[in-house]
Antibody, heavy 124, light 108 residues
Framework: QVQLQQWGAGLLKPSETLSLTCAVY????????WSWIRQPPEKGLEWIGE???????NYNPSLKSRVTMSVDTSKNQFSLKLSSVTAADTAVYYC??????????????????WGRGTPVTVSS | SSELTQDPAVSVALGQTVRVTCQGD??????ASWYQQKPGQAPVLVIY???NRPSGIPDRFSGSTSGNTASLTITGAQAEDEADYYC???????????FGGGTKLTVL
């Protein structure tokens, strides 16, 4: 059974750097894109960025200047760093496995596996 | 602002059929995927692609697309279907992922 296990600091001060890691247990690491998604309290889901096993990366344009994602294929892990955090970055952060299908007449992208989420609070 | 637009809230009587919609230009190129999220839990994929259900998702959940609008239909809604529902796809460039703002479904 494939599982995502995530961890990282849950309480930060403004201007600090958020750092989270997600480990993939079981299944293929190279066949998917691996994303970070966050959800502020009482709000919707926001995609932060994605990375694949070869280090190909896409970031949400609204966060790109502060986000760094990396991958460690030897451990089947991927990580997120978000710099200069403010109270607006307070959210539950999820890691997720992204699958993409490209067929004639059928393009689709989906997150079929999610971590349990890490609550992150930014407060002075 | 999200490139996928959902109604903030929808309600349905127990056992009736409800449709949750998602609009966006990228849906002309990409099928939407749909997620169910209950309070305090991570989202769960319920529909992906043209109309595919992951293992364990009841067949009362179905998906469809027309033009730039994707729909999630629950036929015979149950009390346990009360949740927030989100759609997602790639954006029009294909380089980024977008989510709809979410729809809160109430089962009366």
């Amino acid at each position: 059974q494939v599982q995502l296990q995530q961890w990282g600091a849950g309480l930060l001060k403004p201007s600090e750097t958020l750092s989270l890691t997600c480990a993939v247990y079981g299944g293929s690491f190279s066949d998917y894109y691996w994303s970070w998604i966050r959800q502020p309290p009482e709000k919707g889901l926001e995609w932060i960025g994605e990375i694949n096993h070869s280090g190909s990366i896409n970031y949400n344009p609204s966060l790109k200047s502060r986000v760094t994602m990396s991958v460690d294929t030897s451990k089947n892990q991927f990580s997120l760093k978000l710099s200069s955090v403010t109270a607006a970055d307070t959210a539950v952060y999820y890691c997720a496995r992204g699958g993409i299908v490209v067929l004639p007449g059928a393009l689709y992208y989906y997150f079929d596996l999610w971590g349990r989420g890490t609550p992150v609070t930014v407060s002075s | 602002s999200s490139e996928l637009t959902q109604d903030p809230a929808v309600s349905v009587a127990l056992g009736q059929t409800v449709r949750v919609t998602c609009q966006g230009d990228s849906l002309r190129n990409y099928f939407a995927s749909w997620y169910q999220q209950k309070p305090g839990q991570a989202p769960v994929l319920v529909i992906y692609g043209k109309n595919n259900r992951p293992s364990g998702i009841p067949d009362r959940f179905s998906g469809s697309t027309s033009g730039n609008t994707a729909s999630l239909t629950i036929t015979g809604a149950q009390a346990e279907d009360e949740a927030d529902y989100y759609c997602n796809s790639r954006d029009s460039s294909g380089n980024h992922v977008v989510f709809g703002g979410g729809t809160k479904l109430t089962v009366l």
